[in-house]
């Protein structure tokens, strides 16, 4: 199972991802420049990434609380997610998603 994540330079690199995990660690685990600051718990934000379009309709929707907290990331937009929200399953096979800015 793989993801695709496109870095803020525009690299793309494609990741090895285990179900069960969440996207953000695996993106963590593979050395990429994300802080993920709250381990997962969904309060920082800085694990905000842009879901590419195709799959924007296939991933679970946002709950409450990741809306409210991505109400606070920088530069969000209608395919911003919290990759600390996304679980890997067989579905998301190939998911590809973009590092989202960080903070100045
Ligand atoms: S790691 Fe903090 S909200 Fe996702």
Redesign the pocket.
């Known amino acids: 199972m793989k993801i695709n994540v496109i870095d803020r330079d525009g690299t793309l690199h494609e990741l090895d991802a285990t179900p069960g995990w969440k996207v953000?660690e695996v993106i963590r685990e593979a050395g990429l420049d994300i802080k993920?600051?709250?381990?997962?718990?969904?309060?920082?934000?800085?694990?905000h990434v842009y879901v590419d379009d195709a799959w924007v309709d296939r991933l679970p929707g946002r709950q409450d609380e990741e809306d409210e907290?991505l109400d606070d990331a920088c530069e969000l937009k209608e395919t911003s997610r919290?990759?600390?929200?996304l679980l890997m399953a067989e579905e998301l096979d190939g998911l590809t998603v973009t590092l989202a800015p960080e903070w100045a």
């Open positions: 953000m993920a600051e709250c381990g997962g718990c969904c309060v920082c934000s800085t694990c907290v919290l990759s600390c929200q």
